[in-house]
């Protein structure tokens, strides 16, 4: 908000100068232009008759000639030597055409001595001397005038900048969550329609999400009532139907039960007031607790961790990086060959967990769009698999959900090379 004042201070200024400056310039052209032409014609009449008193006496007698003339001037005249006088070319050429030569920095004027090397010059002239002073004067003036404008200036802004505040916090509120936080602006402030089309928005997006919830929640509920119904009557059959067909059944149901939970965690994910549950956790502890649990499902591929401090210390929802990490290594178990590697890193404030594999990889053009929720990106990647197409737009919500990032690039074992970043401290 302090750049937004600057700016329209340094708008209001800049008019301000240009009007000032063209008002100023045009009269200070027209009244300079009348006083010069009046103090010129005035010195042209004391010169000329001082010259007069000088004419027909001796060079060497003009000093005291000029100290006995009671002329009442307001300023002193004395005569100087003519190429003592530090004058341009211009100003020398003005001399020799009979001119009356203006001085303005040194408030003199000069007029040359007919058929001589030696000037009358009078001054300091107090016209002169003050037009000078009055022109410092008036860059005083600006400067003072531009600063007071800056008090009219934050008085007029303060009220419209409070509430741009308080509309940004609760912008901000609202992204980190909670959805019941309003501007509720004043109705005398200038930007309360605006604040009223936010609340209403707010109103609107909390009631979306609320409904989503509600439908997501029910859906669930109404969906495992049934699949409870079929295990029940499965096991209640007479006669059994034959093996195959039972564990088939079996099979399907345990298949949509697993994929209800696939969508009430990404669902969950997808909430912007979702409470993540910090916890201060060693990640050598944490990858050795879950390596016993992928050994039974290796079938013969290799399975490298590479070795971690024990004194490292992570910060995160633990459950939800034990559900990140399950469904990385299970993406790398399905598609590998027979290598997968783990590897864990902090680099400047961020942990970093990654997940390689030796599989088909990702073609560099379909990277942007594999986190998506139940994309499969081509027939090596399809429901025989196993998946659902939301183990990665899981891992993706994690990660955002941790103020980070998951990526994919090329691994060095020729597949699929998984890279989550998060921050080391997310609260």
């Known amino acids: 908000m302090r750049k937004l004042f600057i700016q329209f201070y340094l708008l209001l200024i800049a008019s301000f100068l240009l009007v000032t400056l063209l008002v100023g310039g045009v009269y200070k052209l027209t009244a300079e232009r009348s006083s010069e032409k009046s103090l010129t014609d005035l010195m042209d009449s004391v010169m000329t008759l001082l010259e007069r008193e000088l004419t027909g006496i001796p060079q060497e007698k003009w000093p005291q000639q000029?100290?006995?003339?009671?002329?009442?001037?307001?300023?002193?005249?004395?005569?100087?030597?003519?190429?003592?006088?530090p004058l341009d070319d211009e100003a020398f050429a003005a001399l020799r055409r009979g001119e009356i030569v203006m001085l303005e920095d040194r408030s003199l004027c000069i007029e040359q001595i007919p058929n001589t090397n030696y000037v009358l010059v009078a001054g300091p002239v107090p016209y002169l001397s003050f037009q000078h002073e009055i022109e410092d004067f008036d860059y005083l003036l600006l400067a003072l005038l531009g600063i007071s404008l800056g008090l009219p200036v934050f008085i007029w802004m303060r009220p419209h900048w409070r509430d741009l505040l308080l509309l940004e916090r609760t912008a901000r509120r609202i992204g980190e969550g909670d959805l019941r936080a309003r501007i509720n602006l004043a109705e005398t402030s200038s930007l309360q329609r605006?604040?009223?089309?936010?609340?209403?928005?707010?109103?609107?997006?909390?009631?979306?999400?609320?409904?989503?919830?509600?439908?997501?929640?029910?859906?669930?509920?109404?969906?495992?009532?049934?699949?409870v119904r079929l295990r029940y009557r499965l096991e209640m059959l007479e006669p059994p139907p034959p093996d195959e067909v039972q564990q088939g059944i079996v099979r399907d149901i345990s298949h949509l039960e697993n994929l209800i939970d696939e969508m009430l965690t990404y669902a969950r994910l997808d909430r912007p007031q979702i409470a993540l549950n910090y916890q201060t956790f060693s990640p050598a502890e944490w990858l050795q607790h879950h390596q016993s649990d992928w050994q039974t499902l290796l079938n013969g591929k290799q399975l490298h961790i590479a070795a971690i401090p024990d004194t490292w210390r992570w910060h995160g929802d633990i459950k939800l990086l034990d559900r990140l990490l399950d469904n990385l290594v299970g993406n790398a178990l399905r598609y590998s060959q027979q290598q997968i590697r783990i590897r864990l890193s902090q680099e400047s404030g961020w942990n970093m967990l990654t997940v390689e594999d030796d599989g088909p990889g990702v073609p560099a053009e379909q990277r942007a769009t594999i986190f998506d929720a139940f994309v499969r990106l081509d027939p090596s990647r399809d429901r025989a698999t196993g998946g659902f197409g939301l183990g990665l737009a899981i891992v993706q919500g994690i990660m955002l959900a941790h103020q980070g990032r998951a990526s994919v690039e090329s691994s060095a074992l020729g597949g699929a090379c998984f890279i989550c970043r998060w921050p080391e401290s997310t609260q």
Not at 75 to 85: A, G, M, N
Not at 197 to 212: C, G
Not at 214 to 226: I, K, S, Y
């Open 194 to 227: 605006l604040g009223r089309a936010f609340d209403q928005m707010a109103n609107n997006i909390q009631e979306v999400i609320a409904s989503k919830k509600r439908l997501t929640d029910n859906v669930a509920h109404e969906l495992r009532t049934p699949l």
């Open 66 to 85: 000029l100290a006995s003339l009671d002329l009442d001037l307001s300023f002193p005249v004395h005569i100087e030597y003519l190429p003592d006088q």
